[in-house]
């Protein structure tokens, strides 16, 4: 594009002008115009490849549906259609969005000092790494603070391999940590590794939930003189479909991992903070991992946040040189003032009891529907809100998807990638709104049988 500074001085005064003017001042023209301009801009600066993907732009009739307000667990596009979101932004609105308690923990941080000097002691930052030494499992005591949940995972990698003197990692077949390098090499699917290999060497996968491969491995890496820092999983696989293991999986994997002097590493970047029906999903098997991994709804659905934690002995390595790890944004006043009021309405609300007791009621009625539609929905898994469908096909589970999104309900589900469809809305959303989403998922198995 030829350089035009005053236009983008004018296009970028435009848009603040938009979002600084009450909704009920924008005339319909104005909101169409919005419409009209995002999928425009997502063709020509974002991604083309996008539109082909996004429910919001192949099942709209007319403009794309195009996000502007959205509160608790509905979402109101720039034309006012309302949708019921079960997607929870893939595990970031744990809390519901925009729940009013964090929202005023930011703004009265954002009133004060948005961004940290590097240089002052930042006070907030120091808290909630006291807060989190109080609610995390065994010894774990210290934390780095970043803003998305591959950096978090960097970083978990970087600290075993320094602490230990060890290179190489056992990851787990289908998991997901992340797509930066370091996070992709322990990625368990080949579609967003292979077109970029070789990633990092020594990571070796091992089938989810099966302890003995995880002994085998780490007995030939023994045998053979590789090294092995750690291994890493997550505690119920989250991308792959909630996959829960076997209730033995998470303490065999502590005993071999002490067995064999390896690093215990819980990517609970999903699975943290209340999501399976615990404050941490390692908690329902009482196992204290030797590091832990946050992020998704870390910053309580309002700034993005992820961290790493561990234990003083494993954290002593960063002590000689503390800018061995940094990053200049992570862990930011607002970030922390986000993360802290999250944490407190998380125990205040006890959003862990009722991930349970609505998962819970989730998994039971949704069991019912496989019975009457066993050639719709093949299978049904889960714990707390992380609940996934399983469909026979791409196809039919997109058949599902399109029907919940034209009966205004939004959930994941493309049209290349549909055969597992997570569950995992707002831990505090109402019954009568989940009522309303088993009503219209009903309804579309009826439309497809
Ligand atoms: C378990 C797990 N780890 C790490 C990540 C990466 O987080 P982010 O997308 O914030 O980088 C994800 C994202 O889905 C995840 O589910």
Redesign the pocket.
Known sequence: MARDTCYAMQEAHRMVDIITTPCENLCREDCQRIARETRENFANHINKGFLEYRKSVTEANDFAVTEWVCKGSILRDILGREYIDILGG?GIYSPGIRHPKIVAAVKAQLDRSPQYSQEMLDPLRAHLAKVLAFLTPGDIQYGFFAN????A?EGAMKLAKLHTGKNGFIAMLKG????TLG?LSLMGKSVFRAPLLPLLGGVRHVPFGDADAVEKQLAAAKAVGDDIAAVVA?PIQ??AGAIVPPDDFWPRLREICDHYAVLLIA?E??TGLGRTGKIFGVDHWDVAPDIM?L??AMGGGVVPM?AFLSTPKIWACLEPNPFMHTTTTGGNPLACAAALAHIGVMLEEDLPRQAAEKGAYVLAKLRELQELYPHILQQVRGKGLLIGMEFPTDQTGYQVASGLFSRKVITAGTLTNAKNIRIEPALNIPYKILDEVLNRLEDTFKSIA
Do not use: L
């Open positions: 893939y998305s949940g591959t950096e995972v997901f940590h992340g797509k996070a997550e989250g991308e990517d970047v999903q991994c992020g998704k992820s």
